[in-house]
């Protein structure tokens, strides 16, 4: 296949020159100034209740730097809820509410949410966004899952986009999702991002107040309807580029200056594009890597211009720091363990305002980490 043409593009006032296809890269010789942390072995604090967490199906940070989990009841082993049994076998564990605030010291502030906390409560948590107004966006990636809901920061549920259903893959039906990855609002524009996702292959955009449609594209800034149902891609083709994003589309992220990231895991690789969906530039990260792909989330540095991006690599359970504006790894850290620092399926990051960083994992480690920023930004 013939790679796509590339151009110069402005993004408001700031030129975007293309990195695209940095393959096989190895971190620089020079990482000066790139962000360096140590793990937090002491964050979290124990949880009340004799509760336990799941999976970690999603994070993020809200303006007052509290964290904010969703977590999957449903992934907890009976031997792990042996207290919830009839009767209760031991003194621990408890099942734990779904959505859970977490201030920078690491003590638990709320928890709500969970099966049957409203209709359509996701059958599998996944995504978590709190929006400048403090509304909490939540998704799920079952089967069934075909939409997210709105609630306040207490949990009252104030809208849902989409609804749950088992009807097949769908890309250009905007009245539902496919099992939703991942959610991120833009508050001035009063814009919803959602990464849709495990079923759908397509990035979608909603308005945050109303629930109305507003825009969505695919793989290279394709219209939706060019995005073949038949043939998105659930593993990736041999060579470089795939026509269609694969399975799963696992985050959308906006960057202060105006371009949206997307995680196509299992093709290894970030595309870019404008918030309009404009194609801008794509880039891998260990491209031989097979399993579940690489590029399972993203975070950006907190200096004014967000000069890195952290790559959150599930799969080789490392953290990518990458130079957005030559794409280049820089250093990385972390390992595959379970130890404090290390990861087993590292599947979602952010950082906070100090430059924190957070993790948050699936499959059997099911737990959450902080890493404090040590040096850079």
């Avoid at 999603?58 to 730097?65: A, E, P, R, S, W």
């Avoid at 109305?212 to 083709?237: E, M, P, T």
């Avoid at 491209?287 to 907190?302: D, E, I, Y």
């Avoid at 960083?357 to 959450?368: H, K, L, M, P």
Wanted: with cysteine; aromatic share 10%.
């Amino acid at each position: 296949m013939k790679l796509p043409p590339f151009s110069l593009v402005f993004v408001g006032s700031v030129l975007v020159t293309p990195c695209a296809f940095v393959f096989g890269q190895k971190p620089a010789d020079s990482n000066v100034g790139a962000p360096s942390y140590e793990v937090d072995a002491r964050w979290p604090k124990q949880l009340p209740n004799q509760w336990i967490m799941g999976q970690v199906g999603g994070m993020c940070v809200d303006k007052q730097d509290h964290v904010w989990v969703i977590q999957r009841p449903r992934s907890l082993a009976p031997d792990e809820l042996a207290a919830d049994q009839k009767p209760p076998q031991t003194i621990c564990c408890r099942n734990t509410p779904s959505v859970m605030e977490f201030d920078s010291e690491g003590n638990l502030i709320q928890a709500w949410g969970g099966p049957d906390y409203v209709p359509h409560w996701p059958k599998r948590e996944h995504g978590i966004w709190v929006d400048g107004g403090g509304n909490v966006w939540v998704g799920g990636n079952d089967a069934s899952d075909r939409g997210v809901l709105k609630f306040t920061r207490d949990g009252k549920l104030l809208m849902e986009i989409g609804r749950q259903s088992t009807e097949p893959q769908n890309n250009q039906d905007v009245t539902m999702l496919g099992q939703p990855a991942s959610i991120e609002v833009d508050d001035a524009a009063h814009e919803v991002y959602i990464a849709d996702g495990y079923l759908n292959k397509r990035v979608v955009v909603y308005d945050s107040e109303t629930g109305a449609f507003k825009r969505g594209w695919g793989a290279y800034g394709v219209s939706l309807a060019q995005i073949d149902n038949d043939k998105a891609a659930a593993y990736k083709l041999d060579g470089p580029v795939n026509p269609q994003f694969g399975s799963p589309v696992h985050c959308a992220r906006l960057s202060v200056d105006g371009m949206v990231y997307v995680c196509d895991r299992i093709n290894d690789r970030i595309q870019v594009f404008t918030k309009s969906g404009t194609y801008l530039y794509e880039f891998m990260i260990a491209p031989a890597t097979l399993q579940n792909g690489s590029t399972w989330c993203v975070a950006f540095s907190r200096d004014p211009r967000q000069k890195y991006l952290l790559v959150a690599d599930g799969a080789n359970n490392v953290i990518w720091v990458v130079e957005r504006s030559t794409c280049r790894i820089v250093t990385q850290f972390g390992h595959s363990g379970r130890n404090a620092g290390q990861f087993h399926w590292v599947h979602a990051a952010e950082t906070d305002s100090k430059g924190n960083f957070y993790t948050g994992e699936v499959d059997n480690a099911r737990r959450i980490q902080k890493f404090k920023l040590t040096a850079g930004r």
